[in-house]
């Protein structure tokens, strides 16, 4: 026994150096989402299993530097479950009650728009209706250089052809279309030209705002105006210098756009409101509760509402699914008046408070109606001509009513009680602005 003790205390006494050399090590157990010390341990270190709270485990010396915390990704919190795809799919058809529309109807989605496109080009194939190539130097600029690229050498020669146009072409590149797709193109004049009628637009690139080709367009010109003319009278319908080609742009580079790719889904309003927005926020998450056991929709301001597509499902399929959801849009209480046509629309919610009104037309009317004096006969007198003028002066209305509406019907009888004109509706509007009594805003074109 004591020779067992006396070798056990000579091997601990040798194995004290080589600690000494290594330093003293202190088992340590890191947090996985901050990087921060949260055990030290004395014993051996513990093994991390896959439900324990932590996943890394080390030991180092007291004085070396702590390693640098993991790079974890921010997690938002949300209320509620997780919206994930339901396995049974929606028939996308919702009634509509008077009075609602649905919200693709007054929204749209945020990305998803078009783009213009315009170009330059020539017009061909015109019956003697073209521009005037002295008075238009583009066009005989434009018609030299297309010559020449076809292998034509007309620079010294003196161009009278008037059966070409200069013409601005303009498209709009709709989301997501792709490479060999075609869309509608319209061309108007530049120059002297007096018709487009049975031309042929030559090949024409159609840039963007960022300069970039994303179509070409060439075609027949479809005019429907027209216009004729002889000797002593012309007749003209329409704009005989402007017409379409339908389909006459092929699309050669698309946009890099995709719904995955937008992040998070937006709807914009196209009239923005507070209340509206809001009634879209409500019906889209009643829908969502129902359908994914979750809301998805948040109103941000009066014009956007945010939404997270469930998981499991695309982005066009959720769109579809949201779009049909019927809603009541809230207006503001508003009146636009066009003066140059006496058209004046009012708002459902336009209110005017209790007033009295009175109108009256005042109409005057002049009439010259010059006589022929003549002289005696036989007498040294001239031929000349008297004026004769008759002036008659009425005035008709003047009724005296008391108008104040609660609603539209309301207030449309009270004006139509007196007997107005829309020229007569468009004062009586602007006088009640002033005074007070108009309970809505006042656009005047």
Not at 405 to 413: M, S
Request: charged share 20%; net charge negative; aromatic share 4%.
């Amino acid at each position: 026994m004591r020779l067992l003790l006396a070798g056990l205390a000579a091997g601990f006494l040798a194995l004290q150096p080589a600690a000494a050399q290594d330093g003293s090590r202190m088992p340590i157990t890191l947090d996985p989402q901050t990087g921060e010390v949260v055990s030290v341990v004395d014993g051996p270190l513990p093994f991390a299993g896959r439900d324990g709270p932590t996943l890394l485990a080390a030991d180092m010396a007291p004085n070396s530097p702590l390693p640098p915390p993991p790079t974890v990704a921010p997690v938002v919190p949300r209320s509620g479950p997780e919206p994930r795809a339901p396995s049974t799919p929606d028939t996308m058809v919702h009634a509509l009650s008077p009075g609602d529309v649905r919200i693709k109807d007054i929204a749209a989605v945020e990305g998803v728009r078009e783009n213009q496109l315009v170009g330059y080009g020539l017009v061909v194939g015109l019956q003697g209706t073209g521009d005037t190539l002295r008075n238009a130097a583009f066009s005989e600029q434009s018609l030299q250089s297309m010559l020449e690229r076809l292998g034509v050498n007309v620079r010294d020669s003196a161009l009278r052809t008037r059966n070409i146009a200069a013409v601005i072409a303009t498209a709009e590149l709709p989301a997501f279309a792709g490479t060999g797709s075609r869309i509608d193109v319209n061309v108007a004049s530049l120059g002297d030209a007096s018709s487009l009628q049975g031309g042929t637009l030559i090949i024409t690139q159609l840039a963007g705002a960022d300069g970039e080709v994303y179509a070409v367009a060439q075609g027949p010109v479809a005019v429907t105006g027209y216009t004729a003319a002889g000797m002593a009278e012309s007749v003209q319908k329409g704009t005989p210098t402007a017409g379409r080609i339908p389909n006459g742009a092929l699309i050669e580079r698309e946009l890099q756009t995709s719904l995955d790719g937008l992040g998070t889904l937006t709807f914009k309003l196209r009239n923005p409101d507070f209340r509206t927005a809001v009634r879209i926020t409500d019906a889209i998450n009643s829908y969502s509760r129902r359908r994914y056991g979750a809301a998805v929709a948040e109103e941000r301001d009066y014009r956007t509402v945010a939404l997270v597509k469930p998981r499991g499902m695309s982005a066009a399929r959720f769109i579809a699914e949201i779009e049909g959801l019927p809603v009541r849009p809230d207006t503001p209480a508003r009146v636009v008046i066009d003066e140059r046509s006496g058209t004046v629309v009012m708002g459902a919610d336009v209110r005017i408070s209790t007033v009295a009104i009175t109108h009256g037309n005042l109409s005057i009317r002049v009439t010259e109606t010059p006589v022929v004096s003549q002289p005696e006969p036989f007498s040294d007198g001239e031929t000349v001509v008297l004026p004769r003028t008759m002036v008659d002066a009425s005035e008709s209305g003047g009724k005296l009513a008391i108008v104040g509406g609660t609603d539209l019907q309301t207030l449309v009888r009270g004006l139509n009680q007196i007997g107005l004109k829309p020229t007569g509706v468009i004062a009586i509007v602007q006088a009640m602005k002033t005074a007070g009594a108009l309970q809505a805003d006042l656009v005047v074109q």
